[in-house]
C-alpha cells in the first residue's frame, strides 16, 4: 500500500503539489474574516507610505495648477452652498423651536488627501493620509463636497484604506432625493445601477439618489447617484435604471471623513 | 540550476516590489499589467511546472498580504495560471529560446486564465454582468500586461546588447 502510494506521487507529483496548494489557497480564503489575518493586511500600509513619499512632490509638481483650479471651483460652490444653508439652518432652528425639538450636533469632519487609487473588481480603494491618530474610526463615511465616496475599512495610526462605492461587493440603500422611491444601489463593473425601484414609483432621468435611513453603514441623506437612464419596458416590476456617481471617483483628489460615532447615532435614531 | 533559481527568485521579489509601488502610482483605471505574472510565466517556462506552481503560490500569497487584498485570491489564481503554463516548459530550454517559443501566446492565455479564477472567487457579480466585468478586469489587464511584456523584452534585448 505505502509501496504504491509513494509510487503514484512519485509519477503524478506535479498534480499532488497542486493539489496541495489549491487546498492551502481554500484554507488562506477562508481565514479571510479572521482577526489575525487582517491584522496580517496592515503590513500592506509599508507601501503605502513609500508611495505616498514617492508621490507626493512628483503629483505636487504636475498638479499644483490644476488642483487649485479645481479647489478654486469648489471653493465657489461650497461658498454659494454655504449662504443656502445659512439661510435653511436659520429657517430650521425657527421650526424647531416652533415643534420644540432636540437640536442635532454637528457632525465633525476631517479634510484627508488621496494618496492612492487602486482598481480591483472587488476592492476599488483609495488611502488617505489620515489614520487613528487623526481620530478616524472603522467604518467611517468618507465623501467629497459633491457626494459618497465609500468607508474606513482599515486603518493604522497615519492611514486608512477607503473601500469605494464601485465595488461588485457593495450594495447601499438609497432614496429618491425628490420622490422618496427606494431602492439598492449597486456596481456592475462598468455602471452603477438602481435595483428594487418599483414600477408605480416616481423616477426621472437627472434624479437624485442619496443614502437612506436603512443604510447600515452610511448616515442618511448623503447624495449618492444621479439617474442618466430609466426604463419601465423590462419585463420585472421593477425600473431599469443606470446612475451615474455624484462624486467623480477618479477626479476626487481631496476628501473629508465623518468622525463621529456612527454606532451611537444610530442607536439614538432608533430609540427616538 | 540552484544559481538560478535564486537569482530568478531574487528577480521575482523585485517584480513583486515593482508591482505593488510603481505599477499602483502608473495604472490607470482599468490599465493595470501585471508584470508579476509576466515573470513568474517565465519563471516556470524556465524551471518547470512544480517550481512555477510553488513560486506561483508563494508570490501570490505574498502579494496578498502586502496589497490588503482577499488573502490566498492571488496565491490560487496565480497558482492556476503557473500550473498552465507549465505544460509548455521543457528541461532543455534556455533563457533566448523561452521568447521565441510562445511565450507571448503562453503569457496571453494564462493571464486570462489568472484574471478569470480571480474574478470567479471574489466577486459575487451578477451573471449578466459577468462579460462586462471580465472585459473590464480581465482582457484590458491582460492587454497592458502583454504591452508591458514587450517593454520588458525590449530592455531585455537592449542590455543584452550592451
Redesign the interface.
Known amino acids: 500500500m505505502i509501496y504504491w502510494l509513494i509510487r503514484f506521487i512519485n509519477n503524478y ?2 498534480y499532488v ?2 493539489a496541495i ?2 487546498l ?9 474574516e479572521a482577526k489575525e ?1 487582517s491584522n ?8 503605502y507610505s ?2 505616498d513619499y ?2 507626493s512632490p512628483v503629483d505636487d509638481f504636475l498638479h499644483l495648477k490644476n488642483e487649485f483650479e479645481i479647489l478654486k471651483k469648489e471653493n465657489t460652490d461650497l461658498t454659494q452652498q454655504l449662504l443656502k444653508l445659512k439661510e435653511y439652518e436659520k429657517e430650521r432652528n425657527q421650526l424647531l423651536e416652533l415643534l420644540n425639538f432636540e437640536r442635532a450636533n454637528p457632525i465633525k469632519l476631517l479634510n484627508a488627501r488621496i494618496i ?1 487609487k ?6 476599488n ?1 483609495f488611502v488617505i493620509d489620515k489614520g487613528k491618530n487623526d481620530g478616524v474610526k472603522l467604518n467611517a463615511t468618507v465623501f467629497s463636497y459633491s457626494g459618497l465616496i465609500g468607508y474606513v475599512s ?1 486603518l493604522t495610526s497615519n492611514y486608512s ?1 477607503v473601500y469605494t462605492i464601485n465595488n ?2 457593495i450594495r447601499i440603500s438609497v432614496k429618491n432625493a425628490r420622490s422618496g422611491a427606494m431602492g439598492i444601489l449597486s456596481w ?3 455602471k452603477f445601477k438602481i435595483y428594487n425601484v418599483s414600477k408605480s414609483a416616481d423616477v426621472k432621468e437627472g434624479d437624485l439618489f442619496v443614502t437612506s435611513d436603512f443604510s447600515s453603514i452610511f448616515p442618511a441623506g448623503l447624495p449618492v447617484a444621479r439617474v442618466t437612464y430609466a426604463s419601465q419596458s423590462s419585463e420585472t416590476l421593477f425600473y431599469d435604471i443606470t446612475a451615474k456617481s455624484e462624486c467623480d471617483l ?1 477626479e476626487v483628489k481631496f476628501c473629508l471623513v465623518e468622525l463621529g460615532d456612527l454606532e451611537k447615532k444610530k442607536i439614538k435614531f432608533l430609540i427616538r | 540550476m540552484n544559481d538560478r533559481i535564486i537569482k530568478s527568485v531574487f528577480y521575482l521579489s523585485l517584480l513583486l516590489l515593482f508591482q505593488l509601488i510603481v505599477v499602483e502610482i502608473i495604472s490607470f483605471k482599468y490599465i493595470k499589467p501585471d508584470v508579476l505574472l509576466i515573470g513568474l510565466i517565465y519563471f516556470t517556462l524556465l524551471n518547470g511546472q512544480i517550481l512555477g506552481m510553488i513560486s506561483g503560490f508563494s508570490f501570490g500569497l505574498l502579494m496578498d498580504i502586502l496589497s490588503a487584498g482577499v488573502i490566498g485570491s492571488n496565491a490560487l489564481s496565480k497558482l492556476i495560471a503557473t500550473f498552465f503554463a507549465g505544460y509548455f516548459s521543457r528541461e532543455d530550454v534556455n533563457e533566448r529560446e523561452i521568447i521565441s517559443s510562445g511565450f507571448f501566446l503562453i503569457l496571453f492565455i494564462a493571464s486570462l486564465i489568472e484574471k478569470f479564477v480571480y474574478i470567479f472567487i471574489t466577486s459575487n457579480v451578477d451573471f449578466k454582468y459577468l462579460l462586462i466585468v471580465y472585459v473590464n478586469y480581465g482582457l484590458i489587464p491582460t492587454l497592458a500586461t502583454m504591452v508591458f511584456s514587450l517593454f520588458m523584452l525590449f530592455f531585455t534585448r537592449r542590455s543584452e546588447v550592451r
Request: without cysteine.
Open positions: 507529483r506535479q503539489i497542486f496548494l489549491i492551502f489557497s481554500l484554507f488562506f480564503l477562508s481565514l479571510n489575518i496580517l493586511r496592515k503590513t500592506s500600509f509599508i507601501f513609500l508611495i514617492l508621490k492612492l487602486s482598481s480591483d473588481p472587488v476592492r480603494k482599515d484604506v461588485l461587493n456592475d463593473g462598468e477618479s
